[in-house]
């Protein structure tokens, strides 16, 4: 199983979502019902509400992660226009440097370029979705796991260091 939370980038209403006066018109809403069947299945309760990327998230998460393309221009196009006019937010090339494709940490479907949207796709769709997540999630913690490895590793020998002179 796997715990991800997953932050509406696009917004899912005006294209200006991210600026005053912009809306994100599934904001709140549950998954679809589709979606929440077939997690059923497998076990996985879906639980979270829709959210848009809000500028403080740019801080708070160390991965901005979108489902496709048109995702990661909408983060990127957000986190340009509020890293301009709030220096308390990290720079935009920190943000670039955190978005990412969420099937980038697939292992088995690695051929997959997006997590397609399931709204079409009939039952299978929402399973295909699913086993792309349940790849791409189970690559992002090996992911994390990873990067948190090599941070103790690269602060014991600089503890090690420092010690020795």
């Not at 005053?20 to 077939?38: C, I, K, L, Q, V």
């Not at 997690?39 to 959210?51: D, E, F, Y």
Request: hydrophobic letters at 35%.
């Amino acid at each position: 199983m796997w715990l991800i939370t997953f932050i509406s980038a696009a917004g899912g209403g005006s294209s200006n979502w991210y600026q005053p006066g912009g809306f994100s018109y599934h904001e709140g809403d549950p998954s679809d019902p589709r979606m929440t069947a077939a997690a059923i299945k497998r076990g996985v309760r879906l639980t979270s509400r829709s959210r848009p990327l809000t500028p403080s998230d740019l801080n708070r998460f160390d991965y901005i992660i979108g489902m496709d393309p048109s995702n990661i221009r909408a983060i990127l196009r957000a986190a340009s226009y509020w890293t301009e006019s709030d220096k308390q937010l990290p720079d935009f090339e920190q943000v670039r440097a955190k978005a990412s494709l969420m099937t980038r940490y697939c292992t088995k479907y690695k051929a997959a370029d997006e997590v397609p949207d399931p709204y079409y796709g009939g039952s299978a769709g929402f399973e295909r979705v699913l086993d792309l997540l349940d790849d791409a999630a189970t690559g992002l913690l090996a992911h994390m796991e990873e990067q948190q490895q090599a941070a103790v590793a690269v602060a014991a020998n600089q503890s090690a260091s420092e010690r020795g002179s």
